[in-house]
């Protein structure tokens, strides 16, 4: 990236520190040799299926770690350090400080909008690396008609707990710090944010303050207290099929929410133990939840479970699935602030877009893609920078 984008935001209230991404030769070595002695369980039936109705296959995961013990991880990091990358110690409501990561680009433009893209699980702040390429290939730092701060979600990657750890991190305490971070980075007179997955459920419980103007999702999730979803609404293009496709990976894809919710202990002790075992647990996600008309790259793959492993992201990261199965911290979007709402065909779960016209009298923005899946800001970066804009420029306008 060759134009340079300042590393102070205007109006600043704390000053991040800049960060340079380095794994110690150490932890790479280690790596490579916890992964090279990694053994990969005997053929069964099940895992010679590669339908993937049973989850990854042996070939896969076979082929899958000879391409990462060839692969290189210094690669990664230029590619992320080529973006400004920062870290922020971040006080919380109980007075803890709480490291944050994030990249971003700050405009020079005095009437920039500032904007807050969130990942959500298995992934992290490198989906949105092709969508701030396309920034930079679009704008300059005069022109940037944003500031966009990408941050790394407590708990994930390069950022630290939300909380001590005598306290159990929840959705609430994240979506506190968040916030005090874009406060503290001078964003107090108002900023939109965007988030899928994990990062819906946070775009939706900042959507209640004040200084969040604006909120775009690219998952929507009902809660109780919105109302039903009755099969009358799903009358828009291929609703009833991807309804199909839902409820089908409800009834055999779910396992591994219940284990995340249920046993954090043990699933992130085991899968802390050995890179092939990580693996081929979020691998299978990659594959499975990405539109499978246009998967991910094994590379690419491979980058995201990378992330996880040398920042020993999974045991932290799980807390999300606690308040799902205790319906806390996944709080309903404000029916106030202006509402967007990208909707990718290949997501795992959606609404019908009659029913959020109905339930939201402040949706804002609309788009249908026929194409992306869970991952939508990494599969299809054109369109949900595309959809970020046009949701940017409506929603600041009311």
């Not at 009358?232 to 291929?238: C, I, L, V």
Request: hydrophobic share 40%; charged share 20%; with cysteine.
């Amino acid at each position: 990236m060759s134009k340079k984008f300042s590393t102070v935001p205007p109006g600043a209230l704390k000053e991040p520190e800049a960060f340079t991404l380095h794994i110690p030769d150490q932890d790479v070595d280690e790596f490579r040799t916890l992964l090279k002695l990694s053994r990969i369980g005997p053929d069964t039936f099940y895992n010679q299926q590669e339908d993937g109705r049973f989850g990854v296959s042996r070939k896969w995961l076979a082929e899958a770690k000879d391409a990462w013990l060839q692969s290189d991880w210094r690669a990664v990091e230029d590619r992320v350090n080529a973006f400004p990358n920062f870290k922020a110690q971040v006080s919380n409501t109980e007075g803890h400080a709480a490291e944050v990561h994030f990249v971003a680009l700050f405009s020079n433009r005095a009437d920039a909008k500032p904007v807050i893209c969130m990942h959500g699980w298995p992934g992290s702040f490198l989906e949105f690396l092709p969508m701030l390429g396309l920034l930079t290939s679009k704008y300059t730092p005069d022109t940037l008609p944003y500031h966009v701060v990408v941050p790394s979600l407590p708990g994930y990657g390069l950022s630290g707990d939300a909380r001590p750890l005598n306290a159990e991190a929840d959705m609430t305490a994240v979506t506190a710090i968040l916030h005090q971070l874009m406060l503290d980075l001078g964003f107090g007179g108002g900023y939109a944010a965007s988030g899928g997955d994990v990062g819906s459920g946070i775009a939706r419980n900042l959507s209640h303050y004040a200084e969040c103007k604006a909120v775009h999702v690219n998952l929507m999730m009902p809660v109780p207290t919105d109302g039903e979803i009755t099969k009358e609404y799903y009358s828009g293009p291929g609703e009833l099929e991807h309804l199909q496709r839902c409820q089908i990976w409800d009834a055999t894809g779910r396992g591994y929410a219940i284990e995340h919710g249920t046993r954090p202990a043990t699933i992130g002790l085991v899968l802390s133990s050995n890179p092939l075992a990580l693996l081929a647990w979020v691998g299978e996600k990659y594959i499975e939840w990405a539109d499978k008309r246009h998967p991910l790259s094994l590379e690419c793959i491979l980058e995201c479970v990378g992330l996880y492993w040398f920042t020993s992201t999974f045991p932290r990261s799980i807390y999300p699935y606690r308040g799902l199965l205790t319906r806390t911290g996944w709080n309903s979007v404000s029916k106030e602030t202006p509402l967007g709402y990208s909707y990718f065909s290949r997501e795992l779960g959606f609404v019908p877009k009659a029913w959020v016209e109905k339930t939201y009298p402040n949706l804002a923005f609309y788009s249908a893609h026929d194409e992306g899946g869970h991952f939508a800001a990494l599969e299809q970066p054109e369109s949900f920078l595309k959809d970020v804009e046009g949701f940017l420029e409506v929603a600041f306008k009311k």
